[in-house]
């Protein structure tokens, strides 16, 4: 298992996990949100095959409508 920080909460996944399965995990709708991994903006068309590491420090940001 390796250790990541989402959005500020540490959480674990097997080695080997993608931005995709993190997506996945924390049940958000990948059209609607921006991902953020160390950083660097990560592609939609990228996440299942973008590999998190040990350490790795990720930002999910959900889109809202309104005005």
Partial sequence: MIGVTVNG???SF???STVQTVV???GYDPK???VEVNMDIIPRGTY???EIHN????EIVS???GG
Avoid at 55 to 58: E, F, K, P, T, V
């Fill in 9 to 11: 909460i540490t959480r």
């Fill in 24 to 26: 996945e995990s924390e």
């Fill in 55 to 58: 350490g790795d420090r990720i």
């Fill in 48 to 50: 299942p095959g973008t």
């Fill in 32 to 34: 609607r949100i921006a």
């Fill in 14 to 16: 097997p080695e080997g």
């Fill in 63 to 65: 889109f809202v409508g």
